[in-house]
């Protein structure tokens, strides 16, 4: 898999780089190209080192152009920086925060839960700036996702915020 990665992802940098954008849904075809390419982009951005360096403005200029909606690119970056582990010097693993608060886990078999943002008011600017909701308001009006930091960390101890 890592090597299909690999091809896939110079072949998806070059397109990129040649277009100076990620390809809209005009340019794919239809709307199942676009999940697919969207699958694509969030295999690439958890599977190869340094590749969100490189998507990231693209993602970005995607949700403010129009090309994708902005809860689409916040849930791509935010996928991304979940699934980012971190290693402590003891080997000991840690999952990472989010930064837009699209991401949700399943508490129990009825309740989700938020995974925790790094810092609210930051959550906040960044969603304002795509053109998103506030989270505080997505939270008030959903009420079936619970916001507790704390709770999350005992549910999921690898967690580290």
Partial sequence: MKITDNIVHKELKK???RKGHLPSIYEVGNYCSKVCLMTILSHQLINIDSCFVFFYPYILKAAKNGDYTPEEMARL??????NEIITNKDSSELKCYQLYGTQDLYLDKHKKIKIPVRDIAETEELRYKLGMQSLKDELQKDTTIIYDVELFKQKYPIFKH
Avoid: V
């Fill in 77 to 82: 970056i935010d996928y991304y920086w979940y």
């Fill in 15 to 17: 397109i990129i780089t």
